[in-house]
């Protein structure tokens, strides 16, 4: 399939900005690699009126944080008429929202670690004091605290001593006007990453975390050499298969398309614990889904080809029912 005007769109207003627009060049660069005529372009107040009257043949988002992985940007597309690679608004908007994922997966028959979802105003109306301390009471220690919407870790910590939380919540209110607290599972942190091919979702190798002094913040991520990353996890062979077949459960359950990225952790006897789903997931020099893409022997610059030539496809077929 000939592609022409490809617009891959990064960049945007969140607190991740600097982080997609590195993965917006990576894309690009690989694009361009498999000769693919590429645009970057950032989410601004231009956008609208260069889609209008120069509409793209379909649209890469590598949008991060609030309207990148919320679903509005791709509302916007969708009104456009633009086709554009992953998942549909409504999907993004529930895997956005942190407790409704939990949710919707453990309904789907996978394991999430015991939480509660509260928003900033029910420390002030209730006091932060008696609030915090029924969590205490019903969640135990260590506790992981962060934001019920957002990635890249922040505002997210672990709390290990009951005099850290009520820092640990300030810190996640920064970032957010909710904080998920849950029931801290310690164990191999891993990232299963799905793409679907041939009309199927199909995990890629998981990727096994090892962060310095076991924070997987937003230091760990984004800077090389910070944090070791092992491809594939060293787990066992029916936990791989739990895992792998955990992030395509999550995958379908969400009603996610195109790729993905599920965050989970396994704990020592083997069991997989579902902690979030990505829907645009990182492509830097130190994001998980490149490295699952090379360890299952494919070029990233020929997977988002097939990617956008899929989403075409698909509107062609649409446009002829």
Not at 32 to 55: C, G, H, I, K, Y
Not at 88 to 111: F, Q, Y
Not at 223 to 240: K, N, Q
Request: with cysteine; glycine share 10%; charged share 25%.
């Amino acid at each position: 399939m000939e592609l022409g005007h490809v617009v891959v769109l990064a960049g945007g207003l969140s607190h991740e900005r600097e982080v997609s627009l590195r993965s917006g060049r990576r894309v690009a660069d690989a694009l361009r690699s498999v000769d693919v005529p590429v645009e970057l372009r950032d989410a601004d107040a231009t956008l609208l009126d260069s889609f209008t009257s120069d509409p793209p043949d379909a649209v890469f988002p590598v949008l991060h944080g609030a309207a990148g992985e919320d679903g509005a940007i791709r509302g916007v597309l969708e009104l456009l008429g633009i086709p554009y690679v992953g998942a549909r608004p409504d999907a993004c908007r529930v895997a956005w929202d942190k407790p409704t994922a939990k949710a919707v997966v453990h309904r789907a028959g996978l394991r999430t670690p015991a939480s509660v979802a509260l928003p900033k105003e029910v420390f002030h109306d209730l006091g932060a004091s008696a609030v915090l301390e029924r969590i205490l009471n019903h969640l135990g220690l260590p506790l992981f605290v962060k934001p019920t919407q957002g990635g890249s870790a922040l505002g997210a910590s672990v709390v290990r001593e009951a005099g850290d939380l009520p820092a640990a919540m300030v810190g996640c209110f920064a970032y957010g006007d909710a904080a998920l607290v849950e029931q801290y599972v310690a164990g191999t942190e891993i990232a299963v990453s799905v793409i679907e091919r041939g009309g199927e979702p199909h995990a890629l190798p998981a990727v096994e975390i090892v962060a310095p002094g076991g924070r997987y913040d937003y230091t760990a991520r984004y800077d090389a050499g910070d944090t070791e990353f092992v491809t594939p996890a060293r787990l066992s062979d029916e936990a791989t298969a739990r895992a792998t077949a955990a992030a395509v459960t999550a995958h379908r359950a969400l009603g996610l398309r195109d790729l993905s990225r599920t965050d989970l952790i396994v704990s020592p006897d083997g069991e997989v614990h579902f902690l979030e789903v990505n829907v645009a997931p990182g492509m830097t020099e130190t994001s998980l889904l490149p490295r699952a893409v090379s360890a299952a022997d494919l070029d990233l610059g020929e997977l988002c080809r097939d990617l956008i030539e899929r989403r075409l496809t698909s509107r062609r077929e649409d446009s002829r029912d």
